[in-house]
């Protein structure tokens, strides 16, 4: 294996490791991809059409009241109802919303993005995830963008889940040839080894495929930390 400018040794390209998926990986792709349709569903009608419907009811409740001439008191109690109830609401479709496609993405960029994915790990101590960044950030298409964001939230969370890492970080490096996110974990577990059952596996592999770009796999350094490298050639800002 051949050891690059950061002395890390790197290892086989994502495609080798993966190549031989069957299509039963890709039956699993689709069927997780109905439940998350299915799941998000669920979300809509039980918590936003459900607090819709509650708001409804306490507005209802206020109105009567008023036409009624009931006390300040309970009106006021009925609209403070309604007011958190709208707030739980609003916040719900906001994590919708979110979960759909992270808004600071279009916003303020991709590293703002990934540095708010990283606080969010941390915060659900899961691992200490943190980012780095690197030169300048151009724009990319939202739609590149968007995948960019999706691989690396993958790779982020099978470092924790299949590589049992306890940290993790996420290096990114913006320059005019090429864009460039590095990372680091402590895991000691495979976290790209190819399973015929592995669907997000075959997920990951099919959004680097076609954004395109490359993903490289190290071995563990002298400090016991490993590496994957993913690598965007600067044609994909167009």
């Not at 009241?65 to 479709?93: F, P, W, Y």
């Not at 993790?168 to 460039?180: K, P």
């Not at 959004?207 to 400090?223: C, E, G, K, T, Y």
Request: with cysteine.
């Amino acid at each position: 294996m051949q050891v690059d400018e950061d002395g890390v040794t790197d290892g086989t390209m994502i495609e080798a490791l993966c190549a031989d998926l069957p299509c039963m990986a890709v039956g699993e792709l689709l069927a997780e991809d109905d439940r998350r349709r299915l799941s998000l569903a669920q979300h809509l009608h039980r918590d936003v059409a459900g607090g819709l419907v509650v708001c409804t009811t306490l507005n209802e409740m206020a109105r009567i009241g008023c036409e009624q001439g009931d006390d300040l008191a309970t009106i006021k109690e009925s609209l403070a109802k309604l007011e958190g109830s709208l707030k739980q609401t609003i916040q719900v479709v906001r994590e919708i919303t979110e979960e759909q496609y992270p808004l600071a993405l279009k916003a303020f960029g991709l590293a703002f993005a990934l540095d708010k994915l990283a606080k969010k790990m941390s915060e659900s101590g899961e691992a200490e995830v943190s980012v780095t960044v690197e030169g300048n950030e151009f724009s990319l298409p939202l739609e590149k963008r968007l995948s960019v964001y999706r691989v690396l939230e993958a790779l982020a969370g099978r470092c924790v889940r299949s590589g049992l890492a306890s940290m993790v970080s996420i290096h990114c490096r913006f320059s005019s040839g090429e864009l460039e996110f590095v990372l680091l974990h402590d895991g000691d577990a495979p976290v790209v080894a190819a399973d015929a059952a592995d669907a997000e596996l075959a997920w990951v592999k099919a959004r680097i495929a076609v954004l395109p770009a490359q993903l490289f796999v190290s071995s563990a350094d002298p400090d016991g930390a490993s590496t994957l490298r993913l690598r965007l050639p600067v044609s994909t800002q167009s």
